[in-house]
């Protein structure tokens, strides 16, 4: 069974910085996208970074773009987001997600399998 584990979350100030971690279990994920969204309440589950197979593309929100770097260990099976210069509009629970695909996508519904997310709250 494929498992999704998500980790690193927790209260920054803004400015500061926090990587997400998400150890996949149950697959090798080496053919694998891997993604990571965010939720914020009362809002809808939005597209936050995503990485291919080889980590040879990225793709990235512009709202965070130049501030967030995703990143995966296909030796450890787990892909990373790393997060600087957090913002009070950064808040929301982070999801990360694996698509049986080998390319990006912004998509939600493109993705096969989900981490139970992680809380990441940044304090202005």
């Known amino acids: 069974q494929v498992q999704l584990v998500e980790s690193g979350g927790g209260l920054a100030q803004a400015g500061g910085s926090l990587r997400l971690s998400c150890a996949v279990s149950?697959?090798?994920?080496?053919?694998?996208?891997m993604g990571w969204f965010r939720q914020a309440p009362g809002k809808e589950r939005e597209f936050v970074a995503a990485?291919?197979?080889?980590?040879?593309?990225?793709k990235y929100a512009d709202s965070v773009k130049g501030r967030f770097t995703i990143y995966r260990d296909n030796a450890k099976n787990t892909v990373y987001l790393e997060m600087n210069s957090l913002k009070p509009e950064d808040t929301a629970v982070y999801y990360c997600?694996?698509?049986?695909?080998?390319?990006?996508?912004?998509?939600?519904?493109?993705?096969?399998?989900w981490g139970q997310g992680t809380q990441v709250t940044v304090s202005s």
């Open positions: 990485i291919n197979w080889s980590g040879g593309s990225t």
């Open positions: 997600a694996l698509d049986l695909r080998l390319d990006t996508s912004v998509v939600v519904t493109t993705y096969d399998y």
């Open positions: 149950g697959r090798s994920f080496r053919r694998d996208a």
